[in-house]
């Protein structure tokens, strides 16, 4: 659910010159849109480093995968910041988005989290194990699964995995699909949960403290800056890219989440 800060639109009543040289600053901020948590506190340190190069950030909060993608390509933000490259391709296939990736940004490994237990091998029989019910972050849940053991999926399955790709599942354990935002919170009623490192850390969970198992380093998906295709190659583009690409980033990153995020620059 998008945040109920007013947003700022466009261009009012201005001619299109007016309203290109206007972009980014303090009369029409740049609208950011990002998800509640880490995105976001990485996205008002940007903010900062952006104003000292005259360019003004507006931070738009929002607490789902969904509608910040939707209000970019409706023209109420000007770039999000909070998905991956294959969540970005299945939204752009699935919903005809004409939205492009602009830069590399951080990458959140997945975990997979339980209050009742210290190890994966301790889930009973039959035990429940909740993952992200969007297609590609599912995928990507199912494959961590598998490859620390809990089942094993068909040969060749990647992130786009489905519980069918499941071939053999000795114990029987069985996978709940839930809203990503929403997984923290069933951690109580299922065996383990695989969680995006981003609500993981709001919930006050630690991924290289609290996972049982957690994705490494160098994992594929790296989130990303997204714009519109035809805002691509504008100048305000370029210098918020530049902004968030920045040592200072990486030094906040660094300091703020020990490990937990790893910038992808």
């Given at each position: 659910m998008i945040?109920?800060?007013p947003?700022?639109?466009?261009?009012?009543?201005?001619?299109?010159?007016?309203?290109?040289?206007?972009?980014?600053s303090?009369?029409?901020?740049?609208?950011?849109?990002?998800t509640?948590?880490?995105?976001?506190?990485?996205m008002?340190?940007?903010?900062?480093?952006?104003?000292?190069?005259?360019?003004?950030?507006?931070?738009v909060?929002f607490?789902d995968?969904?509608?910040?993608n939707?209000?970019l390509?409706?023209?109420d933000?000007?770039?999000?910041?909070?998905?991956?490259?294959?969540?970005?391709?299945?939204q752009v296939?699935d919903?005809?988005?004409?939205?492009?990736a602009l830069?590399?940004?951080?990458?959140?490994?997945?975990?997979?989290?339980?209050?009742?237990?210290r190890?994966?091998a301790?889930v009973p029989?039959?035990?429940?194990?909740?993952i992200?019910?969007?297609?590609?972050?599912g995928?990507?849940?199912l494959?961590?699964?598998?490859?620390?053991?809990?089942?094993?999926?068909r040969?060749?399955?990647?992130?786009r995995a489905?519980?069918?790709?499941?071939?053999?599942?000795?114990?029987r354990?069985?996978?709940?699909?839930?809203?990503?935002?929403?997984l923290?919170?069933a951690l109580?009623?299922?065996?383990?949960?695989a969680?995006n490192?981003?609500?993981?850390?709001?919930?006050?969970?630690?991924?290289?403290?609290?996972a049982?198992a957690l994705e490494?380093?160098d994992?594929?998906?790296?989130?990303?800056?997204v714009?519109?295709q035809?805002?691509?190659?504008?100048?305000?583009?370029?210098?918020?890219?530049?902004a968030?690409?920045?040592?200072?980033?990486?030094?906040f990153v660094?300091?703020?989440?020990?490990?937990?995020?790893?910038?992808?620059?």
């Amino acid at each position: 659910m998008i945040s109920r800060r007013p947003l700022i639109l466009a261009g009012l009543a201005l001619p299109a010159a007016a309203q290109a040289q206007d972009i980014g600053s303090a009369q029409r901020p740049l609208s950011i849109g990002v998800t509640a948590g880490p995105h976001a506190q990485v996205m008002e340190k940007v903010r900062e480093i952006a104003a000292r190069d005259g360019l003004a950030i507006r931070v738009v909060e929002f607490q789902d995968y969904i509608q910040p993608n939707a209000a970019l390509a409706a023209g109420d933000l000007d770039a999000n910041s909070y998905q991956h490259q294959p969540f970005l391709d299945q939204q752009v296939r699935d919903r005809r988005l004409a939205l492009v990736a602009l830069g590399k940004t951080l990458i959140f490994p997945m975990g997979l989290y339980s209050r009742k237990h210290r190890r994966l091998a301790e889930v009973p029989q039959g035990g429940r194990i909740a993952i992200p019910n969007d297609p590609t972050n599912g995928g990507r849940a199912l494959v961590l699964l598998a490859n620390n053991g809990a089942f094993t999926l068909r040969a060749g399955a990647d992130f786009r995995a489905t519980v069918a790709d499941i071939a053999a599942n000795p114990r029987r354990l069985r996978v709940v699909e839930l809203e990503a935002a929403q997984l923290p919170r069933a951690l109580d009623e299922v065996e383990a949960a695989a969680i995006n490192s981003n609500f993981a850390i709001s919930a006050g969970l630690n991924p290289v403290r609290d996972a049982l198992a957690l994705e490494s380093a160098d994992s594929p998906y790296a989130n990303l800056i997204v714009v519109r295709q035809q805002d691509a190659g504008a100048p305000w583009a370029r210098r918020l890219l530049a902004a968030y690409q920045n040592q200072e980033v990486k030094d906040f990153v660094a300091t703020t989440f020990q490990g937990s995020v790893v910038p992808a620059f």
